[in-house]
């Protein structure tokens, strides 16, 4: 690749969401916005190789996709005399600021508004603010890329005839629309720490910088939140390991097997304060949420020097609270890989086992058998389940580690 592709490659990353928002705020309309910025990504592809890429790309970006949207509202001007568009563009008023003025973080609450279901929230949130491409999001869904494109189009046209507004919502509203929210910045994160797409890097930092950049905006939105305290806590946790979670060959490297002396020591720290905070909530009587769980989770598995040093009946017993909390299959899941450490893999495969028929298109729950059942002896079995894991995994260095696993069995 090149120092201009680079560049490019750079500049989509850093810049999509900022030159989106910043259309958005200015036109009012996402399908301009999306459409002027992709125009202007693809300008800079025709000119940055024989023009020299610009000392500021964004501000490149964002100017060149003004120009575009403006142009594009001129000609639908003149087919459908849409006056008050045109004022629009010239007049440019002031938007009412919320408790924090910042335009990804508006972007993300108008893409989050209740009025859309809530498939359509994070789908939207992921395209606009994430800038993912709708292969990958519908491969984070599990549904097909057309039905992705349609849900994505549908939930901005929603958004434009219902007139939702592109604004922070007041102090009193914010209680009642953070928790989608969190399920997006979560979801970005996520797309980020093991990306689906097969061909992106394996670990995008820029989605999980982005993402805990946001969640830190919401806490000072929202201080006395516990869930967004937890969520930032799960992030840090996270994030701290992804130094450790790829090898230099580009392959995903189990949590069993990091090199712990390349976590970083600073995003453990913060974290560990912040699951140390709601802990003193929860003893308080406030009960906690589920990001809350799944930090103090983390919080047990980055506490250890050592991959034997954890406490694994801890982390059961915090499975058990979250399961109580949010019965879905893939905490199930989770919770099984700790039964196996503490019951062994025989009583954790018949749990995973149970869960075959909510899980049969979801690459790690194939993983997970696989490596019961390698465990156990049972090679011709492990390596039919690996087969499959290999075939349903969307991410490269995961891929890389499961063949290599699979591998072995011989």
């Excluded at 007041?170 to 629309?177: G, K, N, S, T």
């Excluded at 003893?283 to 103090?296: F, H, K, N, S, W």
């Excluded at 086992?353 to 979801?362: F, I, K, M, P, S």
Aim: glycine share 4%; net charge neutral; aromatic share 4%.
């Amino acid at each position: 690749m090149s120092d201009v592709e680079e560049a490019i490659t750079r500049a989509h990353h850093d810049e999509w969401a900022r030159v989106v928002a910043a259309l958005t705020r200015r036109f009012g309309d996402l399908d301009i916005a999306e459409e002027a910025a992709a125009e202007a990504f693809a300008t800079a592809v025709e000119r940055w190789p024989a023009d020299g890429v610009p000392p500021n790309p964004g501000a490149w970006l964002t100017t060149t996709a003004v120009r575009k949207a403006i142009d594009r509202i001129r000609r639908e001007n003149k087919r459908d005399d849409k006056h008050k568009e045109a004022q629009m563009v010239y007049d440019d008023p002031p938007e009412p600021l919320g408790a924090i003025d910042d335009d990804r973080l508006r972007l993300i609450f108008t893409c989050c508004h209740p009025a859309l279901a809530m498939e359509a929230r994070l789908a939207l949130t992921l395209r606009m603010v994430g800038g993912l491409t709708v292969p990958e999001i519908a491969r984070a869904f599990l549904v097909a890329e057309s039905a992705m494109g349609q849900r994505i189009t549908r939930a901005k046209a929603k958004i434009k005839a219902a007139r939702i507004p592109y604004r922070v919502p007041a102090a009193e509203d914010l209680p009642a629309r953070v928790a989608a929210v969190l399920t997006v910045l979560f979801l970005v994160f996520n797309e980020g720490y093991l990306a689906t797409g097969p061909d992106t890097d394996p670990v995008r930092h820029d989605l999980t910088a982005e993402a805990i950049r946001l969640t830190r905006l919401i806490r000072a939105l929202l201080p006395e939140d516990g869930e967004v305290a937890g969520l930032l806590a799960l992030m840090l946790l996270t994030e701290a390991r992804r130094p450790a979670r790829v090898s230099a060959s580009g392959e995903l490297v189990a949590l069993d097997e990091q090199d712990r002396g390349a976590w970083d020591a600073t995003l453990i720290a913060e974290g560990h304060r912040l699951v140390r905070e709601r802990l003193a909530a929860a003893a308080a009587g406030v009960a906690p949420g589920r990001y809350q769980i799944l930090a103090a989770i983390n919080a047990v598995h980055t506490s250890a020097r050592d991959i034997r040093d954890t406490d694994w009946s801890q982390v059961l017993a915090l499975y058990d609270q979250l399961v109580r909390l949010d019965p879905s299959p893939v905490i199930a899941l989770n919770r099984a890989i700790a039964v196996a450490e503490l019951d062994g893999p025989e009583v954790a495969l018949a749990a995973v086992n149970r869960l075959e028929h909510t899980l049969a298109g979801y690459h790690a729950y194939h993983a997970t058998r696989a490596d019961l059942l390698r465990r156990l002896g049972q090679s011709q079995q492990s390596r039919a389940a690996y087969d499959k894991a290999i075939n349903l995994a969307g991410n490269t260095a995961e891929t890389a580690y499961l063949t290599r696993r699979r591998d072995q069995l011989r």
